[in-house]
């Protein structure tokens, strides 16, 4: 079986949750015997390959030309969607964001319309799609996977090095007002407990209005993954209070270390944690601060551990996504 991966450009020098999810599906694949070869060239000649994989349906310009080529082809085509409504969650929304959503809407729904296959990543997604776009299409859910390494990481070090008190609240990902840092800096600042954001800055003003917020925040830029494994093993807590998650690669990161989950309970957050997470509403700042508090006041629960470990290992989502495969040529 040969399939040829097709992702965006710049998918390694702009690091983003679709960036990991591709990486870790093919590491994972590859040690299933599955042939992958990789491609951000709307021309490849896709004759050799059995199938096309595309990613992410969010930036859908780039993934647009890549389908057209696999239709050329004839190929047949599997969609990761990594779909959300995003404009339904940009404050203040202009004329030009609502223009250019639109505009992607009409590529979003050829793709959707005319994939052989769609591997969302959670039910509520799938009924995202189906609504949005009145698809009817064979699917199959595969969730985010998590390492099993971070479970495994060392307490030693971290705090003595950067001069922080233990038992701090974390928060990984992208530094942008999606992910809401900047709600965090403000009440952590408010309640006196030490706060680190680890990730690349999307946007430096906002970056900017997080360390005015609360100077004494911790901002780590780049880290290896030993060194990120180990910051979420010592973190009390780990809040992604963003305006929307699908599920976000980092509250299962966090949540298989161990740490306490404060996330939004926008996107398919809730049907990957049940209630082992405490859930907010981004634009509440009250219901973060307590939600925050009450976190921070709980020991480290064993469950969130034990149904992360059990349910989404990265080489158990492989196994689905090969199975998909299988399932999809087997139909021709």
């Known amino acids: 079986m040969e399939v040829l991966f097709y992702i965006r450009e710049d998918y390694l020098n702009n690091i983003a949750g679709d960036t990991i999810q591709f990486l870790k599906t093919k590491e994972y694949l590859n ?12 021309h490849e000649n896709l004759f050799a390959y059995d199938i096309i994989h595309l990613f992410n349906t969010i930036r859908v310009n780039d993934t647009y030309r890549f389908f057209k080529n696999a239709c050329h082809y004839k190929k047949k085509i599997i969609l990761t969607p990594i779909y959300w409504n995003y404009i339904d969650y940009i404050p203040k929304k202009n004329e030009l964001e609502l223009v250019y959503w639109n505009e992607g809407n009409r ?5 959707f319309q005319k994939v052989d296959m769609i591997l969302p990543s959670s039910e509520i997604e799938m009924r995202q799609i189906e609504k949005n776009f009145l698809v009817n299409k064979p699917y199959q859910i595969i969730p985010n996977g998590v390492d099993i390494a971070f479970e495994s990481g060392k307490v030693d070090g971290f705090c003595s090095s950067h001069n922080i008190k233990d038992d701090f609240v974390l928060c990984v990902g992208r530094i942008c007002q999606h992910k809401n840092q900047l709600s965090l800096a403000q009440i952590t600042k408010e309640l006196n407990i ?22 004494k925040l911790k901002y780590i830029s780049c880290v290896s993954h030993l060194e990120l494994v180990n910051i979420y093993k010592v973190a009390k807590v780990h809040a ?27 996107g398919s957050t809730k049907e990957y944690f049940k209630d082992l997470a405490d859930y907010v509403d981004s634009t509440n700042l009250n219901e973060i601060r307590n939600s925050i508090i009450s976190a921070m006041k709980k020991g480290k629960s064993l ?3 034990k149904h992360i470990k059990s349910k989404y290992l990265w080489q158990h989502i492989a196994e689905k996504i090969k199975d998909s495969y299988k399932d999809l040529l087997e139909k021709e």
């Open 31 to 42: 040690q299933l015997g599955v042939g992958i070869t990789v491609s951000h060239d709307p």
């Open 107 to 111: 590529l979003r729904n050829e793709i």
């Open 194 to 215: 030490p706060l680190v954001l680890v990730g690349p800055v999307n946007n430096m003003k906002y970056y900017n209005q997080c360390i005015n917020a609360n100077p």
């Open 240 to 266: 992604l209070v963003s305006w929307y998650e699908i599920p976000g690669l980092a509250n299962l990161e966090a949540g298989l270390a161990g740490c306490n989950l404060v996330t939004t309970r926008e």
């Open 303 to 305: 469950n969130l551990h």
